[in-house]
């Protein structure tokens, strides 16, 4: 199954739509949150993002949904680090709670990445009124 | 070694020393973060360098580059991480610094910003300090001026740089959602390239008085 990384500024975002996606997953499914600062902090570390990738890898790939930014810099910089190692992790160009929602639901069917990435990015058309 | 240390730790202390004033600069039209994440990040940089017994300038640099990616936290973490990886891989290996390694470590350092931030200049980023204080560099090492001389001439080009930025509208960034209301204000990314570039010059000044 796809993993996927939500990267936001904020850890409490980020794991507010890790719970939210969660409900969509199927069981065992591997959905990780990559928000804030080590010290508590507002912001994104490439590190943090580096090592949940690489958590959320089983071998079918790993979608990444970001927030603003800076999460698109260090999420990108994450991917670059990872270039020798045995990972295959995208950005969806997505808005991030309805992105990971949507990466979720194809994830949990055993979609292969690109879909799950199209998913993802579909979600920025989705009309809620 | 010690001199290495120096400088890193001077670098550090300008960005620390003008934590609010970034900050401000930030505020005007940004999310005003970028003081306070690089004084976290250069004050990470510090605490590290204290320690270090290393006098490889590339493994120096890419323990600040590393350090300020993992704790600065905005745009500015990735970016100036990236750049000092970069430059620490032209200068690996290496003890001192020629005009020639500063022209190569800084072409790097521009190259990866770029790269990461998907910028060209005239978008109102710290690449409007940096590219003027680059060519301001290798004209003057060109015309066979010292390495200092050619830093002061690099610094004051970042500062035009930043003058510049107030007259453009940003298309990068936080501020690039201002539109025209970010007419009339300094980036603050080109700031923190400009002070760093000011403590370099003063190195370079310093350590040419000392031979």
Redesign the interface.
């Known amino acids: 199954m796809v993993g996927i990384v939500i990267v936001s ?1 904020s850890s409490k975002v980020a794991e507010g739509i890790k719970d939210l996606a969660l409900q969509m997953a199927a069981p065992g499914q591997c959905i990780i949150a990559a928000g804030g ?3 508590g ?8 993002i580096k090592d949940a990738i690489i958590a959320a890898e089983s071998g079918d790939g790993v979608a990444v949904i970001v927030d ?3 999460a698109v ?2 999420a ?2 994450a991917i670059e680090m990872l270039a020798t190692d045995q990972v295959n992790a995208k950005i969806a160009d997505a808005p991030i709670l309805e992105g990971a929602i949507a990466a979720a639901v194809d994830a949990s069917i055993a979609k292969p990445l690109e879909n799950v990435i199209i998913a993802a990015e579909s979600a920025r058309d989705l009309r809620k009124l | 070694m010690r001199s290495l240390n120096m400088a890193i730790e001077a670098l550090a202390n300008i960005i620390i020393a003008n934590k609010e004033k970034l900050t401000e600069i930030d505020a005007a039209i940004g999310d005003a ?1 970028h003081g306070i ?1 690089m004084a ?1 990040g250069f004050e990470a940089v510090r605490a590290k360098v204290a320690a270090n017994t290393n006098d490889d300038i590339g493994a120096v640099l890419k323990m600040v580059g ?1 350090t300020l ?11 100036y ?2 750049a000092f990886m970069r430059a620490a891989l032209a200068a690996q290996g290496k003890k001192t610094v020629d005009g020639e390694l500063a022209e190569k470590m800084f072409a790097a350092a521009i190259a990866g910003i770029k790269e ?2 998907k910028a060209v200049r005239g978008e109102k980023t710290m690449l409007d300090a940096l590219e003027p204080a680059y060519d301001a560099l290798t004209q003057g090492l060109a015309s066979r001026k010292s390495l200092a001389e050619c830093l002061e001439m690099a610094s004051s080009a970042a500062l035009a740089g930043v003058e510049y930025t107030k007259t453009i509208i940003a298309t990068k ?2 501020a690039s959602y201002l539109g025209e209301r970010s007419l009339g204000h300094q980036d603050a990314g080109a700031t923190s390239s400009y002070l760093m570039l000011t403590v370099l010059a003063e190195i370079a000044q310093n350590l040419g008085r000392e031979e």
């Open positions: 500024h600062m080590a010290d902090g507002i912001g994104t570390d490439a590190f943090k603003l930014g800076s810099l260090s990108e910089l | 973060d994440n976290r590393v990616i993992s704790t600065v936290g905005g745009a500015s973490g990735p970016l991480g990236t990461r931030g960034g936080r």
